[in-house]
T-cell receptor, first 114, second 113 residues
Framework: KAGVTQTPRYLIKTRGQQVTLSCSPI?????VSWYQQTPGQGLQFLFE???????NKGNFPGRFSGRQFSNSRSEMNVSTLELGDSALYLC?????????????FGPGTRLTVT | AQSVTQPDIHITVSEGASLELRCNYS??????LFWYVQSPGQGLQLLLK??????LVQGIKGFEAEFKRSQSSFNLRKPSVHWSDAAEYFC???????????FGKGTRLSVIA
């Protein structure tokens, strides 16, 4: 079956702009998690959605938001972009979420803020 | 809060040599422990996980890891490394069923001929 897909794969934005990233989970998976990966901070959890509800949230400012649709696809939005938001944004899906459930990661969206 | 330390930022091994990647965690109770691998331009792939039971866990691609509660460690091992194992390896911990994963900073593995 098809894996987790993320679009776009690469993105260049200017400071102050906003951006929306998309994630399509594996068919049948209802949980989607988002992570930010940077060389300095490593992999950091942003949020998790399950059945269109945010179930967990990491320690990021309110400029970072997300949502999940009824077909389990998810989007994350970053408003008022800062240079420090440059990162690889990874999406992971799982059947029901939680630590017991294996997460399948997409290839990521590389965001560059200039 | 739980945390994960991977002391080695970069390790280089010869093809065919054995490998051990270190991971130490900080958490009071028995955590859920994971090892992931990330190849260039790819997302993360789960190698193995430990929840409870046998402390020696077998994973994919010939990897294994051993949970040692007394040392708060969950080191990843492979008896004979292949060039295709060159990648970045991440150890992760979760404190309970519904908490998000906390990742270590990763160890980059280079394999030389």
């Amino acid at each position: 079956k098809a894996g987790v897909t993320q679009t776009p794969r690469y993105l260049i934005k200017t400071r102050g702009q906003q951006v929306t990233l998309s994630c399509s989970p594996i068919s049948g998976h209802r949980s989607v998690s988002w992570y930010q990966q940077t060389p300095g901070q490593g992999l950091q959890f942003l949020f998790e959605y399950f059945s269109e509800t945010q179930r967990n949230k990491g320690n990021f400012p309110g400029r970072f938001s997300g949502r999940q649709f009824s077909n389990s696809r998810s989007e994350m939005n970053v408003s008022t972009l800062e240079l420090g938001d440059s990162a690889l944004y990874l999406c992971a899906s799982s059947r029901i979420g939680g630590s017991y459930d294996e997460q399948y990661f997409g290839p990521g969206t590389r965001l560059t803020v200039t | 809060a739980q945390s994960v330390t991977q002391p080695d930022i970069h390790i280089t091994v010869s093809e065919g040599a054995s490998l051990e990647l270190r991971c130490n965690y900080s958490y009071g109770a028995t955590p859920y422990l994971f090892w992931y691998v990330q190849s260039p331009g790819q997302g993360l792939q789960l190698l193995l996980k430990y929840f409870s039971g046998d402390t020696l866990v077998q994973g994919i691609k010939g990897f294994e890891a051993e949970f040692k509660r007394s040392q708060s460690s969950f080191n990843l091992r492979k008896p004979s490394v292949h060039w295709s194992d060159a990648a970045e390896y991440f150890c992760a911990v979760a404190s309970s069923g519904n908490t998000p994963l906390v990742f270590g900073k990763g160890t980059r593995l280079s394999v030389i001929a």
